[in-house]
């Protein structure tokens, strides 16, 4: 066994090194929580009791002894291995030391180099540990251990320094000449190209290997590569700009980012090339965790801001020139901790985004300011470390808090405000409203509805087919699938929706097309009587429940705007599909709920006080019993079937908005008599029966047994050919 692994193992079984011992174990061992990368962690609750450093350099350690390689390589790796993480150790105490005395801890291939000079080559580890030392004081001290350094200590330090810079480079993160160091030790006549070989391939097989050894059977070819270089080319070409922007956005391309295309759209908007040759010297650290769920154009954006800040360009004397952008404070500020999952911050991206749209390329380029409300963005200087700019967005001590509100009302009827109130702050329209906490689940949801849907596709007529609210898409696929002739197009106003959207049609591989719009202005994506289909499948109700008009939600109008652009946009012959919620006739019966469930009345208890819709009232007429309108029967069952992680949402929403008779007559005062409904018809929807069979009793007023009542409506309005758009 390695001698490294069996004092870590000793340590584990509660065996403290001494002082001057495993110096580097000590140091590890005494890693704290905030100086972790949390780049590769999945939940914050991970760290609880952990030390991912110490883990980590494990990992790799296990990785060296099971390779094939001579004692003397092996030792050396060894080395580097167990010193290379030392940057992200030690206590609090010792951390505000080594700054002081100028140690790198920011990027922490370097900050562990330095420690390694510290505490191998020159043993003085008193020096620094102490406080009193400052950046000049440890620059002379460097100086003059210089004089003593041996060749193979020198090697241990280089690859230190240079550790992961492979695979920084494979990421896109750092321009080539940052491993040319490694060149040097045949130039010294210190090793053989082939020796040079032999221990990088088996370093970085540990460094990346110990991260995921399904990562190393990936890169290994790549890396192969680039360790030929180091060793036959050093002066070697970088990536060129495009092709290192698709490294940094490799997990952006993978869940379905079309590269090319938009690459292609921004060099019509600036010359790419020119703008973001500043950045080809550049180390950026932390890219893609910080910036993979923001578009190419926001990404740019955001180097761009960084790169005309005040800091980056800063003449003052004392100021080293920059060599390392850090994108490290912007990644930890986008996640958090949700049900144990470290999430993407959706409520500080949508934020950002909109900060972002404020600005232009001219405005960024003459280094314009922008005041926006509650947020900027910060590209700031460590006064300990001159030569690293750190980028995040800072937000005010009011939106921070809104954010905190919105994140701990995630499962409560005040989310719906919290949210509302983010809006108002930052100036997003209402109408946007996303399903910020939980979308993955909903657009999954939205999929797993496709057998419902199909019957829409018996009535779609000509080519160009609309999908207002299109959710996960799945209507999107059976058009394509099913109607090889038509040109399905998606029309969403949530970015949410949209996004996923993309990126789906992407890995898939699909014809259709979405867009972010307004359903009730059409007209302003597409030209009027061009389009054959439009189709608003479980849809109307949610403009109805979510958009205000005349500054209330719940509005009729609301509906009849959406008919009457929907109908606008349509061409003679065409046709309006609508499928949802609707009402039963006659509107004044009652029903009876007996509940099966002990929590089932405090659930309607709930529901009536929640509700958003419309006053909702019942008569409990026994301990699990209540009789109540059929309709406000049916909405609130709606809400009950779907459970309670959908509730904060679905008290939102009113699902039946008309009964058969009122929808009629919404439509034909709405139309005209341009508009023929040539099929009205309601059912109840698959499932409820089943859904709810042991959950409930659904009774007459009377205690007699009743079935539920229509759930769901199927309206199909044909605009008539020879006349003219409205």
Not at 121 to 130: A, E, L, Y
Not at 501 to 517: C, D, F, T
Request: net charge negative; aromatic share 10%; proline share 4%.
């Amino acid at each position: 066994m390695l001698h490294s692994l069996e004092a870590i193992h000793s340590y584990r079984r509660g065996n403290i090194p001494e002082a001057g011992q495993h110096s580097w174990l000590q140091l590890l061992a005494a890693a704290e929580q905030p100086n972790i990368n949390l780049e590769r962690i999945h939940s914050i609750a991970e760290l609880e009791g952990t030390n991912p450093v110490l883990d980590y350099v494990e990992r790799s350690l296990r990785v060296l002894e099971q390779l094939s390689i001579s004692f003397w390589v092996r030792e050396m790796v060894e080395e580097v291995l167990i010193w290379s993480e030392t940057a992200k150790a030690g206590t609090l105490k010792q951390r505000k030391a080594w700054q002081r005395a100028g140690i790198n801890l920011f990027v922490h291939n370097i900050g562990s180099a330095q420690l390694y000079s510290q505490y191998v080559i020159h043993r003085k580890t008193g020096s620094m540990d102490d406080g009193h030392n400052t950046v000049d004081q440890a620059a002379e001290l460097y100086a003059d251990w210089e004089n003593t350094i041996t060749p193979r200590q020198h090697m241990v330090r280089t690859l230190i320094a240079t550790h992961g810079l492979i695979g920084q480079y494979i990421r896109g993160e750092i321009p080539f000449a940052e491993n040319a160091p490694l060149h040097s030790f045949i130039t010294q006549g210190w090793l053989t190209a082939e020796e040079l070989h032999t221990i990088l391939m088996a370093l970085n097989e540990c460094i990346i290997a110990g991260v995921d050894p399904m990562l190393w059977q990936q890169v290994e070819t790549e890396v192969q590569r680039i360790v030929g270089w180091i060793i036959s080319e050093p002066d070697h070409a970088d990536w060129p700009l495009k092709e290192r922007l698709s490294r940094l956005r490799s997990s952006s391309i993978r869940e379905g980012e079309a590269m090319d295309e938009a690459y292609a759209n921004l060099q019509t908007e600036l010359d790419i090339e020119k703008v973001l040759a500043p950045l080809s010297h550049l180390t950026l650290w932390y890219v893609e965790s910080a910036l993979r769920d923001f578009s190419l154009q926001e990404m740019v954006k955001v180097f761009l801001l960084s790169l005309h800040s005040k800091d980056m360009a800063t003449t003052a004397p004392e100021a080293n020139e920059v060599r390392h952008i850090s994108f490290e404070p912007l990644m930890n500020t986008m996640y958090y901790d949700h049900k144990g999952v470290k999430k993407l911050n959706i409520y500080k991206k949508r934020m950002i985004e909109k900060y972002l749209e404020q600005w232009s390329w001219k405005q960024i380029e003459e280094g314009q300011s922008v005041v926006y409300p509650h947020l900027t963005h910060r590209a700031l200087r460590h006064p300990d470390l001159t030569d690293t700019v750190f980028v995040t967005f800072e937000f005010s001590p009011a939106a921070e808090k809104l954010i905190a509100f919105c994140i701990e009302a995630e499962k409560s009827p005040l989310y719906e405000k919290a949210v509302l109130l983010l809006f108002d702050l930052f100036g997003l329209r209402r109408d946007a409203y996303d399903r910020f906490h939980n979308e993955e689940t909903y657009l999954a949801d939205m999929n797993s509805s496709g057998d419902y849907k199909k019957v829409l596709l018996d009535y779609i007529v000509g080519k160009r087919v609309l999908d207002i609210g299109p959710g996960g898409g799945v209507l999107l696929d059976l058009i394509e699938q099913e109607k090889p002739d038509a040109e399905p197009i998606g029309i969403d106003i949530s970015t949410n929706v949209i996004e996923a959207l993309e990126r789906k049609k992407q890995r898939e591989g699909h014809r259709w097309q979405v867009m972010k719009g307004d359903a009730l202005q059409l007209d302003q994506y597409v030209q009027p009587g061009t389009v054959d289909t439009v189709i608003f499948s479980s849809i109307l109700h949610e403009l109805y429940s979510y958009i205000e008009r005349d500054g209330r939600r719940f509005n009729t109008d609301t509906v009849v705007a959406a008919l009457k652009s929907s109908f606008h946009v349509l061409s003679p012959g065409g046709r309006i599909l609508i499928r949802d919620g609707i009402m039963t006739e006659p509107e004044e019966q009652k029903r009876r709920i007996r509940f099966l469930e002990p929590e089932g009345m405090r659930w309607l208890e709930r529901y009536a006080q929640d509700f958003q819709g419309r006053a909702i009232t019942f008569e409990r007429v026994a301990e699990n019993e209540a009789v109540l309108n059929i309709n406000d029967a049916m909405e609130f069952l709606y809400t009950y079937t779907w459970g309670e992680e959908a509730y904060v949402h679905e008290i939102q929403e009113q699902f039946g908005i008309f009964t058969p008779s009122t929808y009629e007559n919404c439509i034909r005062e709405a139309l005209g008599e341009q508009a023929e409904i040539i099929r009205l018809e309601h059912f109840l929807q698959e499932g409820y029966t089943e859904a709810l069979a042991e959950r409930i009793v659904f009774m007459k007023e009377d205690g007699q047994p009743a079935r539920l009542p229509d759930s769901t409506c199927l309206i199909v309005i044909e605009k008539k050919k020879g006349m003219a758009g409205r």
